[in-house]
Structures are given as structure tokens and as C-alpha cells.
């Protein structure tokens, strides 16, 4: 389908709010059928002069030797698949791959989605969405305190306009309040929210009861108007309370309203620990080779072609070999265990700290904590992390206008009672003073 009519008819028959989801930019976008479409249809021929790539001559590659020996540890095949280019949409054998890595954490009996397509990392996941679903004025809810990033990927970017409603109250997570905030737009309008759970900055995920309820409320927001959720699953499985679900909400929403439309942006980052690898996923809500997976994948495929070409195939051939490793489930678990650690010394520090300071806001998984001052020390963050780094050779993110993150996942466990320490003495060093 190179043609973004019959593409765009083909959406909006499967899915009519989905139609109606798509930016100018996502509405235009098709996959041509320009090099990378010709050379997969030459693909096992006797001769292939289709793709600009230096090989032998029968499709392997021609490398510098030094090149070829940083990836002597690879199998042969595995080998050459990581010297040349990669398809637009990803190495096959690792898409299938990772599908079966996600729906090890899915419920029994979750339905069948898309075979997800491969991005350069979670960000590049993130912006794919926003270009095919975002655009000039497109409401986008985010619960707050959120990764900053957003405002770049979908307002500076696109032109959304980026809504941050508070997700915590006195009372815990605020269940209802995409629902609340789209109730204020007109009706019927397209709009998009971001769940990340768990999340960055505040390493919180959602217990059962809050799940469901977060799941009813965007079912109801989805009757006013077409709703695509954003999973944003960077932290998937990094969960450390028996209580807490390791899967994804994505599942739970995937086919739960006509009008609800989840997509699940995940990958190997933090999930396999490989941060420089840059092996993102992106997955939508529809029965793999079905029409309209297959349009929206041309899609994808095109704004892939004309920004990045096609996703790099060493990290891809690196990250198929994690996977298809016998002991990689059990590699998983002791990174896991290792956070569990740092985070159960965490919450036993934060235990010891003198009222008046600053509160910890709920967290249970994910790589983060956040702590917000007390507005009466009239402490701004930054002027907390700018001390923390002059006087305590300690550094944390600050977070407008009151909020520290802590990662204590780059803190040792043994480190960490005396990293709260530091933040206990910057701050009652600055709130003396203020004078307060």
C-alpha cells in the first residue's frame, strides 16, 4: 500500500476514531515504494543491485577488520545481519522475538497485537507517535510531576498543546484525572494521554484497585471523544511489591472501547539493561498482518525512512542474541534484585528523615524516587540541587518548583543511607538560611 488514500481508507475502516486520531503529518504519511520497497521484493533473487551496501556479492558483508572483530562473539549469520543495513521496520527474528518477551508479562488469554516495529531507542518511540497522532493544538494529558521530555516530543515538536494534571494528591494517585481534564474540552474532540507506569520521575506504579479504576475512567473519557492512550513502558517489569502487577495496563486496555486506541512504546533499554543500545519498540492494538497493522506500519515505515533510514543493526543483532539466551530471564531477575535492594534501603532511609523537610511521594518500582520540600522552608529545587552539588559533592534532578529525583538506580545500595544524609543536611542548611 503506497498510496495514503487507500492506506488512510483502510484506518478508518478497521478503526474510526483511530482516523480521526491521525495528524496531517500521520494522515499523509505512506510507505513509497522507492529503494528499501524494490530491494525487499529482490530479496533471495540469484542477483540483487537493489541496495547501496558493500558486500562479497552474494549478500554478505565486505567489513574493515577491526569492525569485524569487535563483533567476533556473534554467530556468523547474527554477525553479518549487524554489518549491513537493517529493513525500515526492524530484523524480523527480533520483532518476533520481543513480541514473545512482552506477552510473558501479559494476562492469560490478552489479545493479539501488532508485530511490534522497531525504533532507535523509547524516545524515538515516543516522537514516531507524536507525528503520526499529535499536531498543532492536539490535547496531550500527562500526570504530573513527568519526564520533561515530553514538552520537547510533543509540544515543541508538533505544536500539541501539553496538559500536566497532577497525579498525586494528599489522598494517593488521582485515578480520574485524565477523565477530569478532558471533561473540560469540547466533546468529541481527538485528544491523547501518557501513562507511564512505572514512572519517571516518580518510580510509582499502580496497585490493582487503582488500575481498574484508571481503566474505567479512560473508557469513560473514550465515550466523548476518540482517546489514544500512550503506554509509555520504559520501565516494564521493575517492580519490587508483590501487590503491584508487573504487566503493562497496555493489555487491560487493548480492545476495552471502540473510541480507546492504546499504543505501547517499549524496549530493551532498561528492560535488558542496555542503555547505549537505542532498541526501542513500538506496538499497536490490532491482530498482527491484519490490514490495518499493515497500514499502520507503512506509515511508521515512512517516517522512519525520511529521518533515520533504517534502525541500527549491531544493537539489534546484540539485543536478538540477549533474547534468544537461555538464561536471560534469570539475567533479568538479578538486575531486578539488585534495585529491589537499593529501593528497599531507600524507603528505609527516608524512614529515619526529621518531619518538616521535605515528603517522599509514593514509589514502588522503576529506577526513581521523588521527594518534594515543604513550601514553608521557601526552598526552590534548584536552589536545593545547586547546594547538594557545591557543599555535598552530591548530585540530584530538579524538578520545578519543589521537587528532587532521586535515581537510585546508579547509587549503590550501600550508598544510599548516606546519600539521604546529604540531602537531609543541604537542605536543613538552606532552610537555616532562609530563615525559616
Known sequence: MSDPATVNDVIRAASPALDRLLSPLGRRAVFPADIPFQAAQARGKEMNATIGQITDGDGRPLPLEPLADGLRGLPEGLRDRGLLYSSVEGIPELRRAWRQWQRRLAPEGAAPVSLPLVTVGLTHGLSLVADLFGGEGRPVVVPWPCWGNYRQVFQLRTGAELLEVRGFDGEGYRCEAVEEVLAERPEQEPALAVLNLPSNPGGYSLDRAERRRVRESLVRAAHHRPLLVLCDDAYAGLVYEEEIPRASIFWELVGSHPNLVPVKVDGVTKELSFFGGRVGFLTFPFEPESSVAEALESKVKCLLRGTLGSPVAVSQALSLRALGSPGIEGEVERIRTVLDRRYRTLKEAL???PPGLFRSLPFNSGCFALLELREE?????????????????????????????IAFCSVRESSVPDLVARIVSGVEELAGRSGA
Open 351 to 353: 524512614a529515619t528523615v
Open 377 to 405: 522552608l521557601g526552598i526552590t529545587a534548584e536552589q536545593a540541587r545547586l547546594h547538594l552539588l557545591e557543599n555535598r559533592s552530591t548530585g540530584l534532578v530538579a524538578i520545578a518548583p519543589r521537587f528532587l529525583r
